[in-house]
């Protein structure tokens, strides 16, 4: 007997939606800061809670900056849901970060949870991210100024 498995638009663009958010995530933890800009589509922006958004050709050099400073960073992207409307997808999910310092700081991890609200679009056989907003919802230890 063969069984088969139908998925609907929702569940695929949520599947396409989490690799893409798990490639975020590997960029990030690994340092990978020109792997982690390429992932944004030209016109593409990163919307922290602090400051103006981060267009697609600052976001290498503006992520060395924020996250850097860390001697490691977890990131884990979870729950990830997505509503495709032809070449674009608007996709929610949620976050639990952990931020260790170097030793010699001397400072506790910086934890946080938030959110992010996505939208990926179709830029030719890949999906790239467009724009992505940071919401925080929780955060532990020592919070960096930024």
């Given at each position: 007997?063969?069984?088969?498995m139908?998925?609907?638009?929702a569940?695929i663009?949520?599947?396409?939606?989490?690799?893409?958010?798990?490639?975020?995530?590997?960029?990030?933890?690994?340092?990978?800061?020109?792997?982690?800009?390429s992932?944004y589509?030209?016109?593409?922006q990163?919307?922290?809670?602090?400051?103006?958004p981060?267009?697609?050709?600052?976001?290498?050099?503006?992520?060395?900056?924020?996250?850097?400073?860390?001697?490691?960073?977890?990131?884990?992207?979870?729950?990830?849901l997505?509503?495709?409307?032809?070449?674009?997808?608007?996709?929610?999910?949620n976050?639990?970060?952990?931020?260790?310092?170097?030793?010699?700081?001397?400072?506790?991890?910086?934890i946080?949870?938030?959110?992010?609200?996505?939208?990926?679009?179709?830029?030719?056989?890949?999906?790239l991210?467009?724009?992505?907003?940071?919401?925080?919802?929780?955060?532990?230890?020592?919070?960096?100024?930024?």
């Amino acid at each position: 007997m063969t069984a088969s498995m139908s998925l609907s638009e929702a569940e695929i663009a949520s599947v396409i939606a989490g690799h893409r958010f798990s490639e975020f995530a590997h960029a990030l933890d690994s340092k990978d800061w020109q792997g982690y800009q390429s992932l944004y589509s030209a016109d593409g922006q990163l919307r922290l809670p602090w400051g103006d958004p981060v267009p697609r050709d600052r976001l290498a050099a503006e992520t060395e900056v924020n996250l850097g400073r860390f001697a490691c960073t977890h990131h884990m992207i979870t729950n990830v849901l997505a509503v495709q409307d032809g070449g674009r997808m608007t996709v929610t999910a949620n976050l639990h970060a952990a931020h260790i310092y170097p030793e010699e700081a001397g400072k506790a991890a910086w934890i946080a949870v938030a959110r992010y609200d996505a939208e990926i679009v179709r830029d030719g056989d890949t999906w790239l991210f467009r724009r992505v907003t940071l919401t925080p919802l929780w955060q532990q230890g020592d919070v960096p100024s930024h």
